[in-house]
C-alpha cells in the first residue's frame, strides 16, 4: 500500500445523505486515495445529537456537536445540514478557514449563492454543489465545464422527484392528486409536509442555480416565476394524455432576445406544463429526475436519471470531494463562478410560449367568434379548437367545453385575454390554462 | 472592455470540426475570455494545403502547412487532424513544449493513449479528449470527474451514429442493410468507405477510452471484442422487433466479478445487441448517440443527444479549451489519467449475458427434446422457446424455425452450445445468435 498526505475532511450533517457519505468514504477509502493521490481521512460528523440511533455502521468517536472546531482543521468541508443557518455561517467560516466546501444545500446556494461564491473567490477556495441538483446526474459540472464554450439557450428540467412520481402515478391510474401525495408518502418519495415539493419550491430554488450557471449571470430565488402542482386535476391530467400530452413540473430556464420588443436577458420560471408525449422528457417516470438543454452548438442533449436519494446523492458529493481532493493536490487557487453577463432576470410577463385553455361556454350559436376575436383583440394567434367535452346540459343552461391551443403568445398577452374571457358573458368559467413546453 | 493576457492556440485540422472550432474562437472571443478571465487568441490552423476551398470565413492568413512551429509557441494545441500519424507525433511534441492538448481524435487515443497520457503526467500537462466520444455529450467529464467516488459497474452506449441511423432505419422502414446504408451515405452519415463504422472499429476505439477511464484500467484497443452489423438482416430486425426488441450496436464495458469460478476484471466488447424496447437505449433514434451507466450509488444514469457532428463536436472541443484555458490561468499540473486499478482486461468468452438463437430444425416429434439436451449439457438454461415462423416446406423437407432465448450463461458455454447445435442432425442451420443487454 502506497504512503500519502491526508486530506482532513470535515463531515456536517449525519442524516441521510451524511450517514451514506460517510460509510462510503471509510468504506471505499484506499481506492480514492489512489485516485486521488492523497488520503481522505473523515476527521468528524458535527451532529446535533451524537447518540442519536444511526442505520448506517459508522464509529461512535466520529460524532461531535462541536461543529465549529471540526472545521477549523479541515481542508474540505463537507455541508449537507440543509437550510440556511447555521449552514450559511459553518460554509463562511470554511472558506475562511481555506476549506473548499462541498454541499448538496439548494436553500442555501439560490439564498446565499453570491455571497458564497464571493467569499471563495476572495480567498481562492471553492464551491462544489454537483449534489444539489439533480442528485447523482451530472448537471451541474457539464453545464459549468463541458459547456463552457457553448451558448445555452434553453434548460426544460424535470429537477423534482416528488412531484413527477405524483403527476406520473396520476396518468397511470387515475388517482386525484390528494390519493397520488399520500401514495408517495407512504412510499417515503414525499415528506411528512411536502410543501417545498408540491408548491415548487425546491424545483425553483434548482432553478435559480441552474439558470445563473447557464447564463454566467445571477438569477435570485425571487427572480423566479413559481407555481406549484396543486391545482392541477385527474380530469387535466386525463385531457391531457387524450390530446397527446403529459403534465410535468418543468423548471425551465431560457435566454430571452426579441430585438422588435428590446427584450434582451433572462428567465427562470417552474410551473406545470404540458409536454408532448414524444417528447424525451415525457418518458421520465417515477421519482426519476431528467435535464433536457439546448445549445447553440451541441444541439439538444439530456441528461437522466434517480433523483435526490440517499445514495445517489451520496455518489454526487463523493466525486466532487474527489475533484476538491485532486484540486488541493495540485495546489493554485479555485475557479471563481462565472458571473461576467449578468444579463437582466426578466419577468414571466416577457416569456413567449404556447398555451392550451379549457373553458366552459354557452352553448349557442355566434359563441366561437366571441370567443375568437377576445384572442385576436389581444394579439393572441389561435390553433386550434375542440369542443371535446360537453358538461351539464339542461333545457334552461346548455353548456360546451371548449379546448384551445395557442400559437406561441406572449405571457402577458395571453393574461390579458383569460381575463377578457373570465369577463364575458359567453364564457361561464376559464377551467384550466397551461403553458405547453417542448414543442 | 477588460484586457486580459492572451493564451495562445494552435489549431491542428481544418476539415469540418477544425472549421466550425475556429470560427466558434473567432465569433465568441470575447465572452470566452471573460469566462476563463484570458484573452484566447488563435494563432494558426495548420492544414495540407492553404489553399484548399474552406467553407466557413475563417481570415486566409491564419492558415499554414508549418505545423511544429505553429505548436512551438502555443500554450494550447487542438489536434483535429485525425488517424495515428503525424497526429501522435505533434501531441508528444506538443506536451513536452508544455502545451495542454485537446483532441478529438478516438484512433489515436485507443491505440497510444498510454503514451499520450504518459507523456503528459511526466510533464505536467493535460489532455483532454471530451470530443472523443459522443459528440457534445458530456460523457468523458462525468466519468472522470462526476463518478471519481463511485464504481461503475456497467457502460452500455450508443456511441456510433451511422450504424444506429442504419439499424433504425431498417426497423423503420423494413429496408435492407445495403439499401438503409446507401440512404445513410447519401444523407452524409456514411462516408464513402463505411468500413470503420459499419464493422464497429470505430465503436471499440470508443469503447477501449471509456473502459480505460471507468475502470481505472488500460484496456487496449486489442482487447475489445468486435463484431460490426454487417451480418444483420432485415430479416432479424423484424423477428427482434414482433419479440418487443430492437436491434443496436452496442459497446459494453463491464467490470466482471465472479467469486466462484475466479473471474475478476474488466470487458469491453462491440456487437449488434437486441435491446428490449422499454429500455431507455431502445428510444435513441437516428444518428443520435447515447451512454446508458450503472454505477454502485448513482444507479442508472444516461446521456443522450446528437452524435458526432461537426458543430456539435466542436461545443466539445470549445468546454475543453475553457477547462484548458482556466487551468492556465490558475496554472500548477494537470490531473494525471487514473490507471491504479490495472485490472486484467478479460476475453468475451468470460462474459455472463443472455442470447437469443434463431434456429432451423427438422419438423418431427422429438426434435425439441434433442436440442434441450444440447443446451443442458453445456450448463445453458433456456428460458423460452418459441416456433414462430415456418420455413418453405415440402413433403421431403419438414422444417421449422425455432426461437430459443436463454437465460444468463457464459459466453463461452453459449459458443460451445452453438457448435453442438450445428453439428446435430435435426438442426439444418444456425441462422442468428444474438445476444440479449439491457435486461
Redesign the interface.
Known sequence: MIEYRNLRIALLGGGSVGA?VAA?LLE?GE??A??V?AGLELTGIAVRDVDAPRTADIPHELFTTDAESLILGADIVIELMGGLEPARSYILQAINSGADVITANKAVLATHGPELFEAAEQVGAQLYY?AAVG????II??LR???????VKRILGIVNGTTNFILDRMEKTGESLDDALAVATELGYAEADPTADIEGYDAAQKAAILASLAF?TTVPLSGVHREGITKITHEQVEAARKAGYVVKLLAICERLTDAESGIDGVSARVHPALVPAAH?LA?VHGANNAVFLE????????????GA?G??T??????????AA?RHV????G??E?T??ELPVLPISDVTTRYQLTLEVEDQPGVLATIAALFSEQGVSVEAVSQNVTGERGPDQPTATLVIVTHEAKESDLAATAVALAASDVVRAVVSVLRVEGL
Open positions: 451514506q462510503l471505499h481506492e480514492l489512489n485516485r493521490g454537483e442528485g447523482a446526474i451530472p459540472r457539464p465545464d463541458s459547456l463552457a464554450g457553448d451558448r454566467h424525451p418518458a445549445a447553440e452548438a451541441a444541439g439538444s442533449l439530456m441528461f437522466y436519471g434517480a436519494g445514495i445517489e451520496a455518489s454526487a458529493v463523493l466525486g466532487d470531494v474527489v475533484s485532486r495540485i495546489g493554485g487557487p475557479i471563481a462565472s461576467h453577463a
